[in-house]
C-alpha cells in the first residue's frame, strides 16, 4: 500500500475512494453525489475536487465531471482495497456490522503502511487456513464466557 499517498490526507482518501466507488457503481461521479456519499456540503466536495485536481489525482472541471488520473485510479482502488481488507479483518474478528464500519474509518488513515502489510497477511492466512480462524473464534468465545477476576 506503498509510499504513494505520501501527499494524501486522510480526508483526501475519503474523497478518492469515494469518487472511485462511485465510477465503478455508476459509470460517473459528480459533486452531489460525492457529497451525499460522505454527507457533506457541495462547496467543500468543489474545494477538495481542487485540490486533487491541484495534485494531479482528478482531472475536474467545473460543470464537466470528474475524471480520476492514472494516479488518482490506483490511489481510489488501493484505499477501496484497503478498506475491504480492514472489514474483512474485523468481520473475521466477530466484530459486528454495526460497529465494523466505523472503526474500519477510524483505523485505515492512522494504522502505517507495514502495519497494513502485515495484517493482510494474516487475512491471507486465516482465509487459507480456517481451521486457525475457527480455533480463535472458539478461544474467544470461551474466554468471553468465564467470569472475570
Given at each position: 500500500m506503498g509510499r504513494l499517498n505520501a501527499l494524501l490526507t486522510p480526508s483526501m482518501e475519503d474523497y478518492l475512494e469515494k469518487i472511485y466507488e462511485l465510477i465503478h457503481e455508476k459509470g460517473y461521479a459528480r459533486v452531489s453525489d460525492i457529497a451525499n456519499s460522505l454527507a457533506v456540503q457541495p462547496s467543500s466536495v468543489t474545494k477538495m475536487l481542487q485540490k486533487l485536481d491541484e495534485n494531479e489525482y482528478v482531472s475536474y472541471e467545473k460543470y464537466r465531471g470528474i475524471v480520476l488520473t492514472a494516479r488518482g485510479h490506483k490511489m481510489g482502488r488501493l484505499m477501496k482495497e484497503r478498506h475491504a481488507m480492514l472489514a474483512d479483518f474485523l468481520r473475521m474478528l466477530g466484530v459486528q456490522e454495526d460497529t465494523l464500519q466505523k472503526d474500519v474509518e477510524g483505523i485505515e488513515h492512522h494504522v502505517s503502511p507495514a502495519t497494513l502489510e502485515a495484517l493482510q497477511s494474516l487475512v491471507l492466512f486465516l482465509?487459507?487456513?480456517?481451521?486457525?480462524?475457527?480455533?480463535?473464534?472458539a478461544y474467544r468465545e470461551r474466554s468471553s464466557e468465564q467470569p472475570s477476576p
Open positions: 482465509q487459507s487456513h480456517p481451521d486457525v480462524l475457527s480455533s480463535f473464534l
